[in-house]
């Protein structure tokens, strides 16, 4: 059976794994992320866990199709709670809200031991996501931003450090997206325009504190990534 193609982002996904570790799949659905990998020979082993038993019907169907069943163990899970520290060591948590995420991440506290690497991809929520690990002591490692069709995401590696300072300029809203690099000024645009609305919103209430410093954010990224803003916030943008 030919190996299939990862779509851009899972494949965001699997370009911030370490090679050779034991995976954990959160909400694998068909466990195409994981499967891959095995049959790509980059991990050892790997278990897919989803909170619906449908979801892993059909990765037990795509197990058996490619052959990784020795490999691949299939676990019904709300995100964690039914794995520990011993299941493995790099973690997806993708495809799901960024709210949701954090959730799994802070009721897991064997996450905090050394050695373990969080890979996220948020589909919403990515800054409430960053800002609340930075809160736990999760700063992100390294981050690539992905055009998966008509939608830009982020995805993003973590490990536990502990306590933190305050978190650096734009890295709620950039991360550590680096400009220059694939689909960053996409996302950088991306990041504008939801900017955009809250500024609007925030001048629709007069709260002009909030405004001041949406518009100076919205500069600092203007400055910061090779996007245009117009002059008037988004013209075009």
Known sequence: MPLYTLSPRLAACASL???????????????????WLLKAGL?????????????????QRHAKLYQVGEELRLVLSDGLQALG????D????????????????????????????????????????RGGLWE??????????????KKVYSAFAVSYTGQLPA???????????MP??????AYAVKT????????QGAEHEGDTETAQSLRQEIEEIARKYPIETGGAYGKNL
Do not use: N
Request: glycine share 12%; aromatic share 4%; hydrophobic share 45%.
């Open 85 to 88: 520290p011993a299941d493995g």
């Open 192 to 199: 504008v325009r939801e900017l955009m609305k809250r500024l």
């Open 167 to 177: 978190a650096p300029p734009l890295y709620i809203t950039m991360g550590r997206l």
């Open 90 to 129: 790099d973690i997806v948590i993708a495809g799901m809200g960024g709210e949701l995420i954090l959730r799994i991440i802070t009721e897991t506290r064997w996450l905090r031991a050394p050695g373990k690497r969080l890979i996220l991809q948020p589909m919403s929520a990515a800054g409430k996501l």
């Open 136 to 149: 736990l002591g999760f700063p992100i490692i390294k981050e690539e931003a992905v055009q998966d069709g």
């Open 17 to 35: 794994l370490r090679p050779g570790r034991a995976l954990i799949d959160v909400g694998t659905d068909h466990a195409y992320l994981p499967i």
């Open 43 to 59: 991990i050892p082993q790997a278990v897919a866990c989803d909170v619906k038993p449908g979801p892993l019907k059909a990765a």
């Open 180 to 185: 220059g690099e694939p689909g960053v000024s």
